[in-house]
């Protein structure tokens, strides 16, 4: 929720077959939320649209715009545990289109490889650059590397990445999400999330995401070279089958004052949200 007051989030419409070794994804989305994470003028726009074939056991090759493989968190709010996203996801990447390649390697090791557009350029490559990707996941852990230039006047950018999630206990999880980007004489960022939940009874759960968000001295995304920014956001959620509501509170504290027409170093704010699947 950006302002005060009564606010739309978005919808996803997803269709999708899974045919024996083939199958393709459709998610269309609309609704500013989606807007502000994707970018564009359009009332709808497409999250993902990619096929993808299972050329072996082990080994499944997808082709078109798929969501990152980068971070904890993800566009649609149906699987994220706070309704708010932290400065990591909003600064990250949201999605890329290109080829991937994905590889068992083992029960709990998996390599993926991938060659895409820079970053968020969906519908076109314009500007004849590639990205590259790779990722190693062992267990519930992925190590998460982005290589390639982004625009034809910038140097490469780097981003190395690690994202987790575990059990801790049968009501207990905690997830984990660290990340440093750079691309040099321009800037870049580097932070740390932790997620922390418990399930109190079967339908109600508490969660805590404790973030530091740092911006390279060169530049940064958000509030400006140099700056730190703490993000603490305790939500609670009361779940049925289909119906998710969440009551979130929000604590952000900059190094520099940044909100409330750059006269405060913090914001506060409370919010509560409704998440429908089905």
Request: with cysteine; net charge negative; charged share 15%.
């Amino acid at each position: 929720a950006n302002l005060n007051g009564f606010a739309l989030g978005m919808a996803n419409l997803i269709a999708s077959y899974e045919g024996e070794k083939t199958g393709v994804v459709a998610d269309l989305a609309f609704g500013p939320r989606g807007i502000d994470a994707v970018g564009g003028d359009n009332d709808i726009f497409i999250n993902q649209l990619y096929a993808y074939w299972n050329a072996s056991e082990k080994l499944t090759l997808t082709l078109g715009n798929f969501n990152t493989f980068l971070g904890y968190e993800v566009i649609s709010p149906v699987d994220n545990f706070h309704y708010s996203t932290s400065y990591l996801f909003s600064y990250g990447p949201f999605s890329h289109t290109g080829l991937k390649a994905d590889y068992s390697l083992s029960e709990k090791q998996s390599v993926m490889l991938a060659i895409m557009n820079p970053t968020d350029f969906t519908e076109m490559n314009d500007v004849d650059l590639y990205t590259y990707g790779l990722q190693y996941g062992y267990g519930d852990t992925y190590l998460n590397l982005l290589y390639g230039k982004q625009s034809i006047d910038a140097s490469p950018t780097l981003q190395i990445d690690l994202t987790g999630s575990y059990e801790l206990g049968k009501t207990t999880g905690l997830g984990i999400n660290a990340s440093y980007n750079e691309t040099p004489s321009t800037g870049g960022f580097y932070g740390v999330a932790l997620y922390p939940s418990k399930t109190i009874k079967d339908q109600f759960a508490v969660g805590l995401r404790s973030e530091i968000f740092h911006e390279l001295d060169a530049g940064g995304p958000a509030y400006g070279a140099g700056t730190t920014t703490l993000d603490f956001t305790l939500t609670g959620a009361y779940e049925t089958d289909e119906l998710r509501l969440i009551l979130e509170c929000r604590l952000d504290q900059s190094s520099a004052p940044q909100f409330n027409a750059m006269t405060t170093d913090q914001l506060a704010s409370i919010l509560i949200a409704a998440v429908y699947q089905f």
